[in-house]
């Protein structure tokens, strides 16, 4: 699906958002829906590999059993690797799967997962960092004015004052009481990075999310003692063991798990698990519509990420948008997660299997 706007952060710039969308039907004539969706590689892989490989596994087995399908699928696919292509696979299965299963019981699937309060905090979120100051102050403003008081912005412009001025102006925006989380996507060493947080901390920001590549486990851990700002880490990470490395090396201070890519919402619920035993509270990242679903049946989950441009309704894959007032959003009592792509816009860009949309790179190689 086109992005109305080409956006960028400290590592990509995106034109598109690739989309999975599944339907797993049963015996009885339930439908459960499922996706996934990539930043702009991977969804033809997705798709071969759910078309060729998962979905026939799925024959003749009893929906109700999402362990035992989670479990077969995911080590039909270990040795092909245990995170990455496979989650996302898995996840979009799994999201079908508990559709269902909430819709069989007739409980929206927040209630059926626990039910741990009735509204959800939604903090305003956006790829940024291709905005002028000016731009970005105005967009933050604009998100205020529609009742946020939680905001998170992108971070890694090349000069190192220049973060912190974007910041400051922001902050200047919030005030002294609304929330600032600051994403730098992976941008630097820890070196760089030691440097730079020790001078944005002056705009007293929650977190700082992804502030190295996040293989690098070692790096977080010395980076948070070293500078003492909070780390926020997770998007890039796609299965239980993935965040108990973050975990047992107290590396992160918020776990930011993606229902989409860390295998569904099987997997997420034992991460969130994770996060309780060790004190961290679960921050879920993107994944709005399904997201609220979980952080209000998790009662460690804090908030949940509006990525402005990003969620389903702002790409046209669905036609009714999420009714978001003051910050906090309800969910509703329909039956399952309660949402209805549209169709004709999918078919719109929907690709042939084993095709991948055509766009620019990613990365800007300098
Ligand atoms: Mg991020």
């Known amino acids: 699906m086109p992005l109305k706007q080409v956006v960028s952060s400290s590592r990509v710039t995106m034109t598109h958002r690739e989309l999975v969308v599944i339907e797993v039907e049963t015996d009885e004539g339930e439908t459960g829906v499922g996706w996934c969706t990539t930043a702009g590689v991977g969804a033809a892989a997705v798709h ?68 741990a309060r009735e509204s959800v905090e939604v903090y305003a979120s956006a790829i940024n960092l291709h905005l002028s ?83 690098d486990i070692e790096g977080h851990a010395k980076l948070r003692d070293v500078t003492g700002m909070p780390i926020a880490m997770g998007e890039q990470l796609c299965n239980r063991f993935e965040f108990w490395n973050y975990v047992s090396r107290r590396a992160a201070d918020y776990l930011q798990p993606d229902v989409w890519k860390v295998g569904g919402i099987t997997e997420f619920l034992k991460i969130a698990a994770l996060g309780a035993a060790a004190g961290i509270p679960i921050s879920p990242h993107g994944a709005l519509e399904l997201s609220v679903h979980l952080a209000a049946a998790l009662p460690n989950a804090m908030h949940v990420e509006n990525i402005f441009g990003l969620n389903l309704f702002d790409f046209a894959a669905t036609s009714t948008p999420m009714i978001i007032s003051n910050g906090r959003y309800v969910p509703g009592s329909a039956p399952g997660h309660g949402v209805t792509f549209d169709r004709a816009a999918l078919e719109e860009h929907e690709l042939p299997l084993g095709e991948a949309i055509e766009r620019q790179p990613l990365y800007a190689f300098s």
């Open 133 to 215: 100051l000016d731009e970005l102050v105005e967009q933050v403003r604009a998100q205020a004015g529609e009742g946020y008081t939680s905001f998170k912005i992108k971070i890694g412009r090349p000069g190192l004052y220049e973060d912190l001025q974007r910041c400051l102006a922001v902050r200047r925006v919030i005030g002294d009481n609304g929330l600032l989380m600051l994403d730098a996507n992976q941008k630097w060493s820890v070196g760089e990075a030691t440097q730079r947080i020790r001078i944005l901390l002056e705009a007293a920001p929650l977190f700082i999310e992804e502030p190295l590549l996040s293989d």
């Open 48 to 115: 071969a590999l759910i078309t060729g490989y998962l979905a026939p596994m799925l024959v003749g087995l009893d929906p109700r059993n999402t362990e035992r399908i989670w479990q077969r699928l995911w080590m039909e696919c270990h040795a092909a690797g245990p995170a990455g292509i496979t989650t996302l696979a898995i996840s979009a299965i799994d999201i079908a799967l508990w559709d269902l299963k909430a819709k069989s019981a007739g409980e929206p699937l927040h209630r059926l997962l626990g039910g």
